[in-house]
């Protein structure tokens, strides 16, 4: 994200199976945000139900990581003037996806694990890392991973933007 933040690339090819977080929450991250760069996805193999969630945030092309480099070059070039680019098998697949009125991928609140909401809680009521530390029983820096993966998830970067979305999405009026 930061990359795409300095670069503001045209296009990004991104790997399904990124480390250190997943294609979704980028993809989160670009649709929540005001973002010009059209995403192709790089998959091993095309699942339906992913590639539905992909398009739905705004992903404008699966291509296989087998795919002829020619194939790869048609698919840059379409997304990258404003098309869609999905193999003829996939088709129908994301478009009976696309039907289905109530399917739609995770919001970020909605990946948050039941600690990171406890963290959350914490942190809009004021609480230091060492204070969430000793109420949660870890260490501070389990802490400090569990803030990095929050910020993460849900694109903030700092504890007064975490508060305010945790206010603004009523994750701190959760039952403690």
Same mark, same amino acid.
């Given at each position: 994200?930061?990359?795409?933040?300095?670069?503001?690339?045209? *296009?990004?090819?991104?790997?399904?199976?990124?480390?250190?977080?997943? =294609? *979704? #929450?980028?993809?989160?991250?670009? =649709?929540?945000?005001?973002?010009?760069?059209?995403? &192709?996805?790089?998959?091993?193999?095309?699942?339906?139900? =992913?590639? *539905?969630?992909? *398009?739905?945030?705004?992903?404008?092309?699966?291509?296989?990581?087998?795919?002829?480099?020619?194939?790869?070059? /048609?698919? &840059?070039?379409?997304? =990258?003037?404003?098309? %869609?680019?999905?193999?003829?098998?996939?088709?129908?697949?994301?478009? #009976?996806?696309?039907?289905?009125?109530? $399917?739609?991928?995770? +919001?970020?609140? #909605?990946? +948050?694990?039941?600690?990171?909401? #406890?963290?959350?809680?914490?942190?809009?009521?004021?609480?230091?890392?060492?204070? &969430? $530390?000793?109420?949660?029983? +870890?260490?501070?820096?389990?802490? /400090?991973?569990?803030?990095?993966?929050? %910020?993460? /998830?849900?694109?903030?970067?700092?504890?007064?933007?975490?508060? &305010? %979305?945790?206010?603004?999405? /009523?994750?701190?009026?959760?039952?403690?």
């Amino acid at each position: 994200m930061e990359l795409v933040t300095r670069v503001t690339p045209t *296009v990004l090819l991104l790997d399904v199976a990124i480390r250190n977080g997943s =294609a *979704v #929450e980028v993809l989160q991250k670009l =649709a929540f945000g005001e973002f010009t760069t059209r995403t &192709i996805l790089l998959a091993d193999v095309a699942q339906s139900d =992913a590639t *539905v969630d992909a *398009v739905r945030l705004g992903a404008r092309g699966l291509v296989l990581k087998d795919a002829q480099p020619s194939h790869l070059y /048609k698919c &840059i070039r379409c997304v =990258a003037a404003g098309q %869609y680019w999905f193999s003829r098998d996939q088709i129908p697949a994301v478009i #009976e996806g696309l039907r289905r009125p109530n $399917a739609r991928p995770p +919001l970020p609140a #909605e990946t +948050l694990t039941p600690r990171e909401l #406890e963290v959350i809680i914490a942190v809009a009521d004021g609480a230091t890392n060492r204070a &969430i $530390a000793e109420q949660l029983g +870890l260490s501070d820096q389990t802490v /400090k991973n569990h803030l990095s993966h929050i %910020y993460d /998830k849900v694109g903030v970067s700092s504890r007064l933007e975490l508060a &305010i %979305y945790a206010i603004h999405h /009523k994750l701190a009026d959760r039952p403690r």
